[in-house]
Each structure stands twice: as C-alpha cells, then as structure tokens.
C-alpha cells in the first residue's frame, strides 16, 4: 500500500513539472531567451 502511494505521488509530480514545461514553450518570449541564452553558451 505504501509503495503505491509513493508511486502515486512521484507520477503526480513529474506530470506537474512536464505540464509547467508545456506552459512554458507556449510563450514566444520565454522561447526567444531560452534560445538566445543556448546560443549565448557557443
């Protein structure tokens, strides 16, 4: 039953993060700095 209930937990949370990721590439703008940030490495 434990071990369910982690289980549980550990998908809700890695479903929250992808879904904020998922938000996050929908804005242009965060898109634009995160590419000029990658290319600001090269």
Do not use: E
Not at 14 to 34: E, I, K, N, S, W
């Amino acid at each position: 039953m434990r071990t369910l209930y982690k289980r549980s937990i550990v998908a809700a949370a890695l479903l929250a993060v992808l879904l904020g990721v998922f938000v996050l590439y929908l804005q242009p703008d965060f898109m634009l700095t995160l590419a000029d940030q990658i290319w600001a490495c090269f």
